[in-house]
């Protein structure tokens, strides 16, 4: 089952709770661009926090708000790369 993810605007983070633990995608915002710098897994929930489901969600929020995506950090690269039905909001290199 996939956590619920909730974006909360102000700290630029889209999260989940899996038992306790907070799992994080954080990113900034410049211009209608958004670079997802980093995603977070505690140890104790590594493998069942389902960092996929903050990628749909950060991303999906993307594509309703007319941002483009910049993947800074590694995973979100390799999400993409694997995913292309989200190729139409990432940026132009």
């Known amino acids: 089952m ?5 974006h909360d605007a102000a700290k630029r983070r889209f ?10 995608l954080d990113y900034e915002l410049s211009g209608g ?3 997802i710098t980093h995603t977070r897994v505690p140890d ?3 493998g069942r926090c ?3 489901a903050r990628m749909e ?7 309703a ?3 483009r995506v910049v ?3 590694s995973y979100a690269a390799q999400y993409l790369r694997r995913h292309p039905e989200w190729s139409d909001v990432v940026a132009d290199a």
Not at 15 to 24: P, S
Not at 57 to 63: D, K, P
């Open 65 to 67: 708000n007319g941002w």
């Open 44 to 46: 104790a929930v590594a």
């Open 33 to 35: 661009i958004m670079t």
């Open 2 to 6: 996939k956590p619920v993810v909730t």
């Open 50 to 52: 389902n960092a996929a």
């Open 71 to 73: 993947p800074r950090c």
């Open 57 to 63: 969600g950060g991303l999906a929020h993307a594509r």
């Open 15 to 24: 999260e989940a709770i899996v038992d306790g633990e907070r799992c994080t």
